[in-house]
């Protein structure tokens, strides 16, 4: 199965700022078949990306999402207060599917 | 609007096997294309995939978890049931199911439950 790691572990950052975010996976997802997952405390995910750089229905412009074969970057381009959170990324692309270990964004 | 809702039991002892329901609503699980998947969450720690059923019957399962894992559906009450056998203690997580609407391609999770916490403990 494909690994996903995610990287930084943990990112301290301030309102305003630019957030970019890592999954490398052990191997090429095939398709771009690459999505990203905001979970908030006591939450459910929410879909933010899929298809590695579609914005699910709803998600501002502010979050965009790149990469192919093994290497795919979520960028917030400028957090708000409610971007703090834990996302992960998933590969739906090769069976089976596989969640990242999640990068945890906090406040500055 | 979509809602999913897991119920079954909080607390299950070990070797027990358990049932979990997704009750879907504003969708129909018969939908071409539409898939409900669960996912799981032990506390502070990653996403867990373990089965999805598409709505032709046809299902996946997580290879580690395979012979543990059943996934049905039932058309007539737009749910999906999941049953894992020989429940261990650290089969205890938050228990998630999600849809896969029609007009995502791929596997990804569109709407999901607000989760249910199971705990295995003697």
């Known amino acids: 199965e494909i690994v996903l790691t995610q990287s930084p572990g943990t990112l301290s950052l301030s309102p305003g700022e630019r957030a970019t975010l890592s999954c490398r996976a052990s191997?090429?997802?095939?398709?771009?078949?690459l999505a990203w997952y905001q979970q908030k405390p006591g939450q459910a995910p929410r879909l933010l990306i899929y298809?590695?750089?579609s914005r699910a229905t709803g998600i501002p412009e502010r979050f965009s999402g790149s990469g192919s074969g093994t290497d795919f970057t979520l960028t917030i381009s400028r957090l708000e207060p409610e971007d703090f959170a834990v996302y992960y990324c998933?590969?739906?692309?090769?069976?089976?599917?596989?969640f990242g270990q999640g990068t945890k964004v906090e406040i500055k | 609007q979509i809602t999913l809702k897991e119920s079954g039991p909080t607390l299950v002892k070990p070797t027990q096997t358990l049932t979990l329901t997704c009750t879907v609503s504003?969708?129909?699980?018969?939908?071409?294309?539409?898939?409900v998947g669960w996912i799981r969450q032990p506390p502070g720690k990653a996403l867990e995939w373990l089965a999805l059923?598409?709505?032709?019957?046809?299902?996946r399962y997580s290879p580690s978890l395979e012979s543990r894992l059943t996934i049905t559906k039932d058309t007539s009450k737009n749910q999906v049931v999941l049953g894992m056998t020989n429940m261990d203690p650290v089969d205890t997580a938050t228990y998630y199911c999600?849809?896969?609407?029609?007009?995502?391609?791929?596997?990804?999770?569109?709407?999901w439950g607000q989760g249910t916490l199971v705990t295995v403990s003697s």
């Open positions: 999600a849809l896969r609407p029609s007009g995502y391609p791929g596997d990804c999770w569109a709407n």
């Open positions: 504003g969708f129909s699980v018969s939908t071409s294309g539409v898939g």
């Open positions: 059923i598409y709505w032709d019957d046809d299902n």
């Open positions: 191997q090429s997802v095939s398709i771009r078949y």
């Open positions: 298809g590695a750089s």
């Open positions: 998933q590969q739906y692309g090769n069976s089976p599917q596989t």
